[in-house]
């Protein structure tokens, strides 16, 4: 099983980042999906969420209006679109995939807001 996300960097304030985060070894349309992100010395945070069949998504407050969850069954990937960002978005960001069986974590990728 891997979850293996991408798209992260460094961006200027306002700017935007796509990140992805390829699945393989499970079946993917099985499972819901998230995206979380752990700024330095602070908690893991759910950031938004998306259901297995890509129907309803939900988004934390801080993003809302601004990042975007969406998933490509055939492809097994998921992604996040993050329009104007803040430096308050800098963190290392996880995607995560869950069902009542079981979930996965990926290795996380780094998104830093800086001018």
């Known amino acids: 099983v891997q979850l293996v996300e991408s798209g992260g960097g460094l961006v200027q304030p306002g700017g935007s980042l796509r990140l992805s985060c390829a699945a393989s070894g499970f079946t993917f349309s099985n499972y819901n999906m998230r995206w979380y992100r752990q700024a330095p010395g602070k908690e893991r945070e759910l950031v938004a969420r998306i259901t297995s069949a890509g129907d309803t998504t939900t988004y934390d407050d801080s993003v809302k209006g601004r990042f975007t969850i969406s998933r490509d069954n055939a492809k097994n990937t998921v992604y996040l679109q993050m329009n104007s960002l803040k430096p308050e978005d800098t963190a290392v960001y996880y995607c995560?995939?869950?069902?009542?069986?079981?979930?996965?974590w990926g290795q996380g990728t780094q998104v830093t807001v800086s001018s």
């Open positions: 995560y995939a869950v069902r009542y069986s079981g979930s996965y």
